[in-house]
């Protein structure tokens, strides 16, 4: 099983990113897709994650990132707009068979991460 991460980048405060997940090996539809993401110094924290019913968010992203999965091309992206350098983190996103969607323990398989620099 292989997720990779890409899109990451340097953008400004209030600029936008698209990060991509293409994910092999794995069942895609039958997994809950996360993103999660660590800041310098922190804790690896819930972003939000996105299964067939919907999504659930943090709440310091609610309003601003978004999700969406392409089951055909077993690849889940991250919308994020509205940046700001809070949002500045290592970008990873999960597979999670079953389990709570926010607990990053319950995740089964991880992507490589992809770096996000918003600047002021």
């Known amino acids: 099983v292989q997720l990779q991460a890409s899109g990451g980048g340097l953008v400004q405060a209030g600029g936008s990113l698209r990060l991509s997940c293409a994910t092999s090996g794995l069942n895609f539809g039958n997994y809950v897709m996360g993103w999660f993401r660590q800041a310098p110094g922190k804790e690896r924290e819930f972003v939000l994650a996105?299964?067939?019913?919907?999504?659930i968010y943090a709440d310091s992203v609610k309003g601003r990132f978004t999700a969406s999965r392409d089951n055909a091309k077993n690849t889940v992206y991250l919308q994020m707009n509205s940046l700001n350098p809070d949002d500045t983190a290592v970008y990873y996103c999960?597979?999670?068979?079953?389990?709570?969607?926010?607990?990053?323990?319950?995740?089964?398989?991880w992507g490589q991460g992809t770096q996000v620099t918003v600047s002021s």
């Open positions: 999960a597979a999670n068979r079953r389990g709570n969607a926010r607990n990053s323990a319950d995740y089964n398989y």
């Open positions: 996105i299964n067939w019913s919907g999504t």
